[in-house]
T-cell receptor
Framework: EAQVTQNPRYLITVTGKKLTVTCSQN?????MSWYRQDPGLGLRQIYY???????DKGDVPEGYKVSRKEKRNFPLILESPSPNQTSLYFC??????????????FGPGTRLTVT | AQTVTQSQPEMSVQEAETVTLSCTYD???????LFWYKQPPSRQMILVIR??????QNATENRFSVNFQKAAKSFSLKISDSQLGDAAMYFC????????????????FGKGTKLTVNP
């Protein structure tokens, strides 16, 4: 089954404790992104990657890091989480060409609470 | 500009009735894609329908259809024969940057419309 997986699905942590949210896709997509969703703001892109070892900032990158060492994986790293990073996070992947180009496939989301 | 605007924060519809959700957007491109995503209480983002701007025909997927008005930059979603399972947040979105600049780096989303279906 074609899918994007994220782990963990729920996480409660304390300010300053480093954490990583993993993301993996099995569709051989080149493009991967991280979004955060906050009430009244919709979804905003944090970082994206156009291929292995190619990453770039999205609209709200402050406080986050990413890496893309393998095509299928795109982890999101919060080196020193703060309460304003409490949010719902989505990983997504897409293919840049073909009949399904530009459609982003989303993971199930990770609910992060930073106290 | 990257703006996608959904002017209706909340809508409600009676079961079996029809409802239309509005979306407008900015673009200077002539060829682009538009999407409607559904987010039920499970929080999963589910693609409902896509429209390619160069196609004259409005996209349809079962009970879901769009009214695409290219000149007005309007992309509304019509849900016919509404069902309780249609209750969700609905997001309008388009890729950015434009296709002529490679596209696909991200989706720009509207802020969403919460749809309630009354039995």
């Amino acid at each position: 089954e074609a899918q994007v997986t994220q782990n963990p699905r729920y996480l409660i942590t304390v300010t300053g404790k480093k954490l990583t949210v993993t993301c993996s896709q099995n569709m051989n997509h080149e493009y991967m992104s991280w979004y955060r969703q906050d009430p009244g703001l919709g979804l905003r892109q944090i970082y994206y990657s156009m291929n292995v070892e190619v990453t770039d900032k999205g609209d709200v990158p402050e406080g986050y890091k990413v890496s893309r060492k393998e095509k299928r994986n795109f982890p999101l790293i919060l080196e020193s989480p703060s309460p304003n990073q409490t949010s719902l996070y989505f990983c997504a992947s897409s293919h840049p060409s073909g009949s399904l180009a530009y459609e982003q496939y989303f993971g199930p989301g990770t609910r992060l609470t930073v106290t | 500009a990257q703006t996608v605007t959904q002017s209706q924060p909340e809508m409600s519809v009676q079961e079996a009735e029809t409802v239309t959700l509005s979306c407008t957007y900015d673009t200077s491109e002539s060829d682009y894609y538009l999407f409607w995503y559904k987010q039920p209480p499970s929080r999963q983002m589910i693609l409902v329908i896509r429209q390619e701007a160069y196609k004259q025909q409005n996209a349809t997927e079962n009970r879901f259809s769009v009214n695409f008005q290219k000149a007005a930059k309007s992309f509304s979603l019509k849900i016919s024969d509404s069902q309780l399972g249609d209750a969700a947040m609905y997001f309008c979105a388009r890729p950015f940057p434009p296709l002529t600049q490679g596209g696909s780096e991200k989706l720009v989303f509207g802020k969403g419309t919460k749809l309630t279906v009354n039995p």
